[in-house]
């Protein structure tokens, strides 16, 4: 039996994406993962089903359990679990307690690895626009702790030295004491006009950045509010900021956005959000239940042939396939018949399994499909000898809660059609204790991709919906959306012009740039 092993693994500073490759991969198999207050939760979603979590993070005056008992923990966890994850912020190695936790596991005769992280020391300062060298003015760099071990009997920083040697120096975990550095810099010579930079929750939605000299940051910090995480930054570098800052500057930085999508299909979404300098906060309000419909579609297929298939959303196309996969059948079922895909992402998942749509209309809806007369022409009527043309088939596929325009329409227009709904959309409750928590923390944006995401948010969000979203803007990702939102009294204040994701964030972006503008 292979030996159970405990990996120390650096999530990196905050941005969930510079966690590194081994570190992303060890998350997603670890049967156990034991995480930092500063690791970002949106790592936790790529863990297996049945992987334990447990929290043992440490806030400033507030800790889940001591440093001791996280050691023993550890130590506990390997007994009954193959591979667990010890995922601490940034580096293990730089000012976190890894030294402490290997020794430990040592004394145990633990199994251990360490997997090295981006510490924020040097991704915080990129992601402000400091460098932390540079050829032409500073050639050295320092990493200092800003709050040493409090038992112990003095202080082991050398400041005279370290303010004479070196030209950056990276203070971590010290805004608390940074009355005292900043005294400490001053009195071994630092000059008081020393640019320094302040930054808070670095790279992350949520960085904030404050920068003076020696003689006025702490009045600064003070007037901004500035607590912890932050590190600090003191040297020449600083100044460059002014120049190099880059994260701040997207259109939408610092935006905190729910995305109610399924938990399968936010991940779209979120990237984009998050590219663009947005928190995305994933709230589920959709969870798709497979109504395992192989009888009937079977049974329609029968009934064939068929002028034309349609498939409504991504998540038919997929549940189509599991039909395929299930019943031993492959494209070739359709025939003759032509497909119509309503949307791009639905036309991109059938083009993964090797059907390319013959039609997918420019609006992304039903009424889009009904109103192309040329393609879908109405019978003759009789006229003397003149018949009616032949009858046309329809088979569509899709969600049981889907609006009928679609196949009313057909109708109408002289098609007989087959429905068979292929999946349910229900509430996860879970999400229920998620969204009132963001709701607390403070939310710019709420983004409607269907009117199932609008009805399934308003019963999460439970009774006085209108006080709980006042002050925060809905995003909607067409007019069929919006049209649920009127339906509780809600006026979309962004509409996508094009109705597909792409479109909600060109939209997203456009009504926050025109509000900086105005602004400005």
Known sequence: ?????????????????????????????????????????????HRSSDCKLIYAGKQAGRHTMSQDEINRLLAIEAR?????????????????RGAEEIAYLKKKGVSFEIVPGVTSAIAVPAYAGIPLTERTSTSTVGFITGHEDPGKPGSDIDWAALSKALGTMVFLM????????????????????????????????RQKTVTGTLGNIVTLSKNNNMKPPAIIVVGETVRLRKEFNWFEKKPLFGKRVI??????????????????????????????????????????FSKGPYDWIFFT???GVGEFVSFLDRSGNDSRIFRQAKVCAIGPETAKSLRAIGIRPDYVPEKF?????????????????????????????????????????LPKGLKRRGYEVTVVDLYDTVIPKASKGPLKEALEDGVDIVTFTSSSTVENFMNLIGRDHKRKLSGIKLA?????????????GLRPDIEAKVYTIEGLVDAIVRNSTNRANRIG
């Open 80 to 96: 009954t679990h193959h591979t667990v994850v010890r995922l601490k912020g940034g580096d293990p190695f730089i000012f976190g």
């Open 174 to 205: 010290g805004v608390g004491n940074l009355e005292s550095i900043v005294e400490k810099l001053l009195a071994c010579g630092r000059p008081k006009d020393t640019p320094i930079a302040l930054i808070r929750w670095g790279t992350t939605a």
């Open 313 to 315: 959303s991504q998540n």
């Open 476 to 488: 909607s990702i067409g007019p069929v959306t919006s049209g649920k939102l009127r339906e509780y």
């Open 259 to 300: 995305v109610t999508r399924t938990r399968e299909q936010a991940s779209a979404l979120s990237d984009r959000l998050s590219a663009l300098g947005a928190e995305a906060i994933e709230i589920p309000t959709i969870e798709i239940v497979s109504l395992k419909a192989d009888t009937e579609i079977s049974r329609a």
């Open 1 to 45: 039996m292979t030996r159970s092993t405990v990996y120390l693994v650096g999530a990196g500073p905050g941005d969930s994406k510079l966690i590194t490759l081994k570190g992303f991969e060890l998350v997603k198999k670890a049967d156990c993962i034991i995480y930092d207050y500063l690791v970002n939760k949106e790592l936790l979603k």
């Open 365 to 405: 809806i039903a009424e889009a499909i009904i109103g192309d007369r040329h393609l879908f022409p109405t019978r003759k009527r009789m006229d003397g000898n003149r018949c009616l043309s032949p009858i046309k088939k329809a088979f569509i596929l899709r969600a049981e809660k889907a609006r009928n325009i």
